[in-house]
Every structure is written in C-alpha cells, then in structure tokens.
C-alpha cells in the first residue's frame, strides 16, 4: 500500500456507505411518513409491500458505515458517538420500532392493525427526525479538547440541528412519495403524484434555509463556498439544485412514472455533495481531519483487504434483490 493514501479510500467508503443507506433506508423511512396522508387500510397495505421485499437489507450500510468508520476512523467514533449518543439512541430505537411494527402489522388482526399503523409512523418520523438531529450537530461541530469530547450530553440540542431533523422528514416523505409514484398505479400513484408537489415546495425551502443557515453560522464554510475561486468551482452544485428541482416539478406534473423518483435521487445527492465539499476534509468539526483521526496504515490495509471482498457481495445481491421485485405492484398480482 506504498504511496496510496488509506484515508482517503476509507473515507470514500464510508461517505459511499452512508449514502447508500440514505437512499435505500430513505424512502421506506418516507412511507412511514406518508402513512396519515393515506387513509384506507388497502392503500396502506400497497405501500408496505412495496418494500417488503427489500426494506430490512437496506439497513446493511448503515451497519457497514460504522463498523468502516470504528475500524478507519476510531478517534472520530469514539468522539461523535460520544458527543451524540442520544440522538443516536433515539434513532436506534425508532428503527427498531418501526421493524417491529412492520413485522407485526400484518399478523395483527384487523381491529387491532391501527395500532401497529401508529407505531409505524411514528418509528419512521422518530427515526428520521433524529437521523436529521444527528447530522444538523454534527454540521454544528463538535468541541474536543486533546483526543476526548469535551461538551456535554445535550450539546446536540440546538435549533439548526432540531431543524435539520424537520429538513430530513420532509427529504425522506418525498423520496418516498416518488418512490410510490414509481411502484404503483391507479388511485394512490395519483395521489403521490398530488401530494408530489407541495413535497418539492417544503424540501426546497429547507434546503434553501439550510444552505443559508449553515454559512452564516460557520465562516470557515462560508469562505469555501463564496471566495475566489471556489464561488466558480462549486457553483454548478445550487445551480444543478434548481435543475433538478424543476426538471422533478415538470416530471410530477406531466404524471411521469419514473423520473420523479430519479430527480429526487439525484436532489439527494447534491445535498450529500454539499455537506461533503463544507466539510472536507474535516471528519470531526470543525478540525479534525480524517488524517489525524486515522487508525495506523497498517490496520486501515488489514480492513481494507475485507472490505473490498465484502463490498461487492453486498451490492449484487441488493441488485438482484431490487431486480427481481422490479416493476408495479398491485393489489390483486402483487409485482408485475
């Protein structure tokens, strides 16, 4: 590994890890969201089986982005999960909730199912919106002293943070507004598509207040993105933000099946480049780098050789997951 630099792949990895798990465990997080904005129990039952074939493996990144991150990374594990264990916590426990309720929910009987519907939605927001917490803190910095945390427990409890909890509900109910667009038909595909847009208004104005909050709040990354010549460099990210917001608009307008579901991807990744062009190459704000939080090469090489023997195992046969529950679904065939 002479002359490479593990840190940077271990980085990459990682930032690979997490965004696949925002994707993938985004938009079935989105359908819990979505669940009181459907009120008849059939409907409901469409929407869960849209990604009862695949909704528990998406998780699997989640898992693989912080063993990467204890394994690559272990001053910046210790110190995050020590500076944001209870948004953590909270999230953990609305994942396992919503499971739980997915799982149950149709063994229940009837009378009885509506209950398992509340756990469900409110696992599904209670994960996201700490997802989101977890991330405005993160965003926030996070004060260490030497190579220990050095705030305290409730650091984390701010307004940017708490309202970049709300930004996330509102980015996952659209991943998976476009998400039944793109699985269903008839009348709830039509009532995605209605619901679509004031969806793309909200998620266009918290980005738009995120991406103002956080300069504002932070000069360093305000001096990234507006001085010479980075304005000209990153500009083309905003800009691609206002293409494919509008491109999504038409699309849910025009009653497009596919495409809607693909810009939102594509609005989430631009997000996800924004925060990584603030930050880099920062892994703990707002100081630590990935170099100075880097386990010895020697461990990074050892990780690296299972990685890359893992990493595809786990991309193909979620491809072939998603592959063969390709297509719509209905209520009388299943997919088709």
Request: proline fraction near 6%.
């Amino acid at each position: 590994m002479v002359g490479i630099d593990l840190s940077h792949i271990w980085a990459v990895i990682i930032a690979f890890g997490v965004m696949m798990y925002v994707v993938m465990d985004g938009f079935d997080l989105g359908i819990g969201i979505l669940f009181p904005f459907v009120k008849d129990d059939r409907e409901r039952d469409l929407m869960m089986n849209s990604v009862a074939p695949v909704w528990d493996g998406n998780e699997t990144w989640l898992v693989l982005g912080g063993a990467a991150l204890f394994g690559a990374f272990p001053l910046a594990y210790a110190v995050v999960l020590d500076a944001l264990y209870l948004p953590l916590i909270f999230m953990l426990l609305g994942l396992i909730f919503r499971g739980v309720a997915f799982e149950f929910r149709f063994k229940a009987k009837a009378h009885k199912r509506h209950i398992w519907d509340k756990a469900f939605i409110g696992g599904s927001i209670t994960a996201t919106f700490f997802q989101g917490v977890t991330l405005g803190a993160y965003i926030d910095g996070i004060e260490v002293v030497g190579r220990t945390y050095a705030g305290g427990p409730l650091d984390w409890l701010k307004p940017f943070a708490l309202f970049c909890g709300l930004a996330l509900v509102a980015a996952y109910a659209l991943l998976g507004c476009t998400w039944l667009i793109m699985k269903t038909e008839g009348r709830l595909q039509e009532q995605m598509h209605d619901l679509g847009k004031p969806l793309i208004l909200v998620v266009l104005a918290v980005t738009g207040i995120v991406s103002l909050w956080t300069p504002l709040a932070h000069p360093e990354i305000a001096e990234r993105w507006f001085s010479l010549p980075n304005i000209f460099w990153l500009s083309p990210v905003p800009i691609l933000v206002l293409l494919c917001t509008w491109a999504l608009w038409r699309a849910v307008q025009k009653r497009q099946h596919y495409a809607p579901f693909l810009l939102t991807l594509g609005l989430i990744f631009l997000g996800y480049s924004g925060l990584g062009l603030s930050l880099w190459p920062n892994i703990i704000p707002p100081s630590v780098t990935i170099w100075e939080a880097a386990s010895p090469p020697q461990s990074q090489a050892f990780i690296l050789v299972g990685a890359l023997f893992i990493i595809p195992f786990i991309l193909m046969y979620t491809a072939w997951s998603y592959y063969v529950f390709r297509g719509k679904i209905t209520h009388e065939h299943g997919y088709h």
